[in-house]
């Protein structure tokens, strides 16, 4: 069975920093990409950041660009996103999301049940 | 970054078929064969649905289909159930690396 678990998320001030982390179990972990997509209170997923199976493919929603760092261990089955100089409008539950193949940002079969970070003063 | 466009809310009754479509341009969903199709409960993670367009993974029932025509997508739910009501969201590839979904569509079961 295909696991997904994330951790890391909860309260940070704007410009702080924080390290989300997703374990994986139940597939081959170093076979397909993984993607991090976080939706805001109320709203619609938002596509965030995606890294390829082996790690040397990280495209990211421009919104991000420059303040979030997505990386993987294969050899943890573990995805990361660390995220830096943290705005408000980044407040949303971050979902880890598993992909249908080695390189893909649009199709994702299996999702973790979400961290929520909440960006506030 | 601008979401893709869908109706905000949809409606059908019990054995209908409905359609629900998402707009986008050239640059996704006219220019890239990359579109999926995700389904919602409130408080769950998003389930996929359809990928590629038209495909299903395994698991998910024959009665949802998908389809593209020019910057258009659609899904189509046939013979409707009550627990199909939830939120559709669908997402496509966009120029340039990045990828971008839509607004949502909220599927009322009457």
């Known amino acids: 069975e295909v696991q997904l678990s994330e951790s890391g998320g909860g309260l940070v001030q704007p410009g702080g920093s924080l390290r989300l982390s997703c374990i994986a179990s139940g597939f081959t972990f170093s076979a397909y990409a993984m993607n991090w997509v976080r939706q805001a209170p109320g709203k619609g997923p938002e596509w965030v950041s995606g890294i390829n199976d082996a790690g040397d493919t990280t495209p990211y929603t421009d919104s991000v660009k420059g303040r979030f760092t997505i990386s993987r261990d294969n050899s943890k089955n573990t995805v990361y996103l660390q995220m830096s100089d943290l705005r408000g409008d980044d407040t949303a539950v971050y979902y880890c999301?598993?992909?249908?193949?080695?390189?893909?940002?649009?199709?994702?079969?299996?999702w973790g049940h979400g961290t929520l970070v909440t960006v506030s003063s | 970054q601008s979401a893709l466009t869908q109706p905000a809310s949809v409606s059908g009754s019990p054995g209908q078929s409905i359609t629900i479509s998402c707009t986008g341009t050239?640059?996704?969903?006219?220019?890239?064969?990359?579109v999926s199709w995700y389904q919602q409960h409130p408080g769950k993670a998003p389930k996929l649905m359809i990928y590629?367009?038209?495909n299903r993974p395994s698991g998910v029932s024959s009665r949802f289909s998908g389809s593209k025509f020019g910057n258009t997508a659609s899904l189509t739910i046939s013979g409707l159930l009550a627990e199909d009501e939830a939120d559709y969201y669908c997402?496509?590839?966009?120029?340039?690396?990045?990828?971008?979904f839509g607004g949502g569509t909220k599927l009322t079961v009457l």
């Open positions: 999301a598993k992909a249908v193949r080695t390189d893909d940002i649009v199709a994702f079969d299996y």
């Open positions: 050239s640059d996704d969903i006219g220019g890239y064969n990359y």
């Open positions: 997402s496509s590839y966009r120029t340039h690396g990045k990828a971008v």
């Open positions: 590629d367009v038209s």
